[in-house]
């Protein structure tokens, strides 16, 4: 990992700030589409969601069938991981058609795999 200038995937800067069993401290910050940005070539997006995030409030806040919008888009996390959970449809806003175009390539990827 040294040689690859890279952190593991366990890393945290932060050791949990709660015990509380409604926090969720065990959140996987390195699991975001920014990897993916790094190896097309593409900018980084400043805050990335985390697929963990994401994943549980699809889960926890959605009925199997339901449409998950997401209002702000980002690097479209949120219809990407509604698609890999298979049991939901997604849709985002975004105001850029060129990252439009990006989203709906890695939309095809994940549908496909």
């Known amino acids: 990992m040294h040689q690859r200038k890279a952190l593991p ?3 945290m800067s932060l050791a949990p700030g709660s015990w509380h069993p409604d ?3 065990d959140v996987n910050r390195m699991q975001t589409l920014n990897g993916e940005q790094a190896r097309r070539n593409l900018e980084f997006h400043i805050c990335p969601l985390q697929f963990d995030i994401v ?3 699809i889960e926890r806040y959605s ?3 339901d ?3 997401d209002p702000f888009g980002g690097l479209f996390t949120v219809p990407l991981r509604a698609l890999k ?3 939901y449809v997604a849709t ?3 105001t850029s058609p060129d990252d439009v175009r990006w989203d709906y390539d890695r939309l095809d990827l994940a549908a496909a795999s």
Request: proline share 0%.
């Open 67 to 69: 449409v998950v919008y």
């Open 55 to 57: 994943d549980r409030l």
């Open 23 to 25: 926090v969720w401290h």
């Open 85 to 87: 959970l298979d049991a």
């Open 63 to 65: 009925n199997e069938g």
């Open 9 to 11: 995937s366990t890393f």
């Open 92 to 94: 985002a806003c975004r």
